[in-house]
């Protein structure tokens, strides 16, 4: 990629589950099996469960897995 199009990503950055605070082996179970797990996103449970209340939905597939993925 060129650093000078949009999406480029410096070089000196560490690896993106490093910077988003999640292990190899924690990514790896849920990324093998992704529509088991989860329906259409993955993020903090937190921030699943919000975004599913002001939807009006009273329960979201995969907030286990987001907790499992995210621990607090």
Do not use: Y
Request: contains cysteine; aromatic residues 8%.
């Amino acid at each position: 990629m060129r650093d000078d199009k949009r999406g480029a990503i410096a070089e000196n950055l560490p690896p993106i589950l490093q910077r988003i605070g999640i292990t190899q082996a924690a990514w790896l179970q849920p990324a093998k099996d992704f529509e088991t797990h989860f329906c259409s996103w993955i993020d903090h449970a937190e921030h699943v469960e919000r975004v599913c209340e002001r939807g009006g939905q009273r329960w979201v597939r995969g907030i286990r897995a987001c907790r499992q993925l995210f621990p607090s």
